[in-house]
C-alpha cells in the first residue's frame, strides 16, 4: 500500500457484497484543494487528510517529539459538531452537513492522536460518544456509519475506544461488543487463522493479511500505537472462540505469510505480485504485540534495508508507519537502517516545537475481556496503511476504505 487509509466515501446508494480490490490511490502531485499549512504532507488531503495527520502526530508523540501547536490546531478544527471526522474538511468554518462524509476511520484515528498528546479529553469524548452512536447490532463498525461492519474500522474504533479509557468490551450494541464481531471475522485454523476483511455476499470469510494484522490488535485491546507483548511461545492454532486465541492464529498467519521473503504482498487484478510495505510495517507491529518483538524480527529487518525509499515518496503517514513499527520492536527510530525516521517525518510538516527522546510509559493493557493482553513490557508503536476499496453493505455502496484486500 502507499499510504495508509486514504479514504473516502464515493457513494451510498448501490447494495453490493463483500469489499472488492480496486486500483490503489498514489499521492496526488497536484492538489485539488489548498494543503493548509499546519498540515503534513504537500499532497492532496482530500482523502486521508485526518488520517495521515492523526498518524504523524501519534508517532511523534511517541518518540518524544511535540508537534508544532498549529499541526494539533488542524486536527481538532476538522472535528464536526457531532464529534465525528471527515477524511477532510477543506473549510471547517463551515458547520457540518449530512453531504459530509463522516466516517468512523478518520474519526478513531483522531481519537487516538489527540489521547496521545493530553490536553484534549473533550474532543476524544465526543468523538468516542459519536462512534458508539454509530456501532453496528453484531457489535462491530464499518467504515461509513451505517455500513456492513469490517475488521479494519471496528479494529481502529476498539483502538480509539482503548485510548480515551474506555472499555471495549462493555461498548455493546444488541448484546454484542467490538470483540464479538472481530471473532465473528476470524478463520478457522483450516483456512489459516487468519482474519477477513468482511463475508462476502454468501457469508463466506476469506483470509486477508492487511485485515489480519488489524484483526490481530483490535483483538488484543490495542490501538494504532501498540506496543511489544510479552514473548510468547508458539501454540499450535485453535479455535479461535475467544479475542486472545484469535490473535494469536493471526499473528502466526502473518509470522508465515513473511517467512520467506521478510514482506508481505499487494495483490491488484492485472499486475505482478509487488512488496507491500505498509501492510508489511503493520505485521511487525502485530507480530510483535502478539508476541514480543522478536516475533517480528524478519519483516522488520526487511523494511530496515528497503522502505526508506517508498516512505520518501509516500509521504507522512509511511513515515509514521515506519517510526512507530520500529518503536513496536524496540529500534531506534532515528538509525533505522541508516535513516533518521524521526527527521524525516517532522521535515514533512511545521516544525515541532520540541523534539526529546522516545516515551517509556507502558501500553495501555487491559484486563476486561479475555482478548486482551496484559500490561506491556514495553513502550508503544503502530501501523496501517492506503489503499483503495470499493466496500459494501446494506445501504451503503461503493466506499474508497482506505484499505486494500491483500493476499500473503
Known amino acids: 500500500m502507499n499510504v495508509r487509509r486514504s479514504a473516502a466515501v464515493l457513494a451510498a446508494t448501490a447494495v453490493i457484497g463483500a469489499a472488492t480490490p480496486a486500483v490503489a490511490a498514489s499521492p496526488s502531485p497536484t492538489p485539488s484543494v489548498a494543503v493548509p499549512s499546519g498540515l503534513y504532507g504537500t499532497t492532496d488531503p482530500t482523502y486521508d487528510g485526518v488520517w495521515r495527520q492523526s498518524l504523524a502526530l501519534l508517532a511523534q508523540d511517541t518518540v518524544g517529539v511535540k508537534p508544532a501547536e498549529k499541526a494539533v490546531d488542524w486536527l481538532t478544527g476538522q472535528q464536526c459538531a457531532n464529534g465525528s471526522f471527515a477524511a477532510f474538511r477543506a473549510d471547517p468554518a463551515q458547520a457540518c452537513d449530512a453531504k459530509l462524509m463522516v466516517d468512523t476511520n478518520s474519526t478513531a484515528a483522531a481519537v487516538q492522536a489527540l489521547a496521545a498528546l493530553g490536553g484534549h479529553e473533550a474532543a476524544a469524548k465526543k468523538a468516542v460518544g459519536w462512534l458508539k452512536s454509530v456501532q453496528n447490532a453484531d457489535g462491530g463498525w464499518g467504515y461509513a456509519p451505517g455500513g456492513a461492519s469490517d475488521t479494519n474500522s471496528t479494529a481502529v474504533v476498539v483502538g480509539a475506544l482503548a485510548a480515551a479509557g474506555e472499555k471495549p468490551a462493555e461498548v455493546v450494541k444488541g448484546g454484542k461488543s467490538p470483540y464479538d464481531a472481530l471473532v465473528g471475522f476470524a478463520l478457522p485454523c483450516d483456512d489459516g487463522g487468519a482474519f477477513a476483511y468482511q463475508p462476502d455476499k454468501q457469508g463466506a470469510l476469506a483470509a486477508n493479511a492487511d485485515a489480519t494484522a488489524a484483526g490481530v490488535l483490535g483483538a488484543l485491546g490495542e ?30 498467519y502473518l509470522a508465515k505469510a513473511v517467512a520467506k521473503d521478510g514482506y508481505l504482498t499487494s495483490v491488484l487484478p492485472g499486475a505482478e505480485n509487488q ?32 522502505a526508506a525509499a517508498w516512505a520518501k515518496q509516500s509521504g507522512p503517514a509511511a513515515w509514521a508507519q515506519l517510526v512507530l513499527a520500529a518503536h513496536a520492536t524496540g529500534t531506534d527510530p532515528r538509525a533505522f537502517g541508516g535513516t533518521d525516521l524521526v527527521a524525516a ?64
Open 223 to 252: 490501538g494504532l500505537a501498540a506496543g511489544a507483548g510479552k514473548k510468547a511461545a508458539a501454540t499450535a492454532c485453535a479455535a479461535p472462540a475467544t479475542p486472545r486465541q484469535a490473535a494469536a492464529n493471526g499473528a502466526a
Open 345 to 408: 517525518l517532522n521535515a514533512t510538516g511545521p516544525a515541532p516545537q520540541a523534539t526529546g527522546a522516545a516515551r517509556q510509559d507502558g501500553a495501555n493493557g487491559t484486563d476486561d475481556t479475555d482478548g486482551a493482553r496484559e500490561d506491556s513490557e514495553d513502550g508503544f508503536g503502530v501501523w496501517w496503511t492506503v489503499g483503495v476499496f470499493l466496500v459494501a453493505g446494506v445501504g451503503i455502496g461503493f466506499l474508497i476504505s482506505g484499505r486494500r484486500k491483500q493476499q500473503p
Open 275 to 306: 512488496p507491500d510495505y505498509g501492510n508489511t510495517a503493520d505485521a511487525v507491529v502485530a507480530l510483535a504485540a502478539q508476541g514480543g518483538a522478536g516475533q517480528a524480527g524478519k519483516p522488520l529487518a526487511w523494511l530496515q534495508r528497503n
